[in-house]
């Protein structure tokens, strides 16, 4: 499994806004090629947003990350910034991370 953390400077909508707005977009990312989960995260003080997804690979994680930049740079965010990582199990399952 592959980790990947995205974030952008974003200036809103937020919180139950950015829900009724981008639930659309939420359910397209469940049928994406190897995607697990994603977390969304946001920051209406420091104006950001993005999120933390885990795929099955890096090979799909890579790929999304390229779609979605793509995306957003469409919606005119110009700066995606991502990292991929990688999930170590033992430990995470310790810490009740959610990755059986």
């Known amino acids: 499994m592959k980790l990947l953390q995205v974030d952008f ?3 809103g909508p937020f919180g139950e806004e950015m829900a009724e707005k981008l639930a659309g977009l939420a359910e397209s990312i469940n049928s994406e ?3 697990i989960w ?3 995260t946001e920051s209406r003080k420091d104006q950001l947003a993005g999120g ?3 795929f099955e690979d890096e090979e799909s994680a ?3 990350f390229k779609m979605h930049s793509a995306r957003l740079k469409e919606m005119g965010i110009n700066e ?3 990292q991929i990582f990688d999930v ?3 430990l995470s399952t310790i810490t009740k991370g959610p990755v059986d």
Do not use: E
């Open 62 to 64: 890579n790929a999304y």
């Open 9 to 11: 400077d974003f200036t």
């Open 52 to 54: 933390i997804y885990l």
């Open 88 to 90: 170590n199990i033992p």
């Open 38 to 40: 994603k977390i969304w």
């Open 33 to 35: 090629p190897g995607f």
């Open 80 to 82: 995606v910034r991502g």
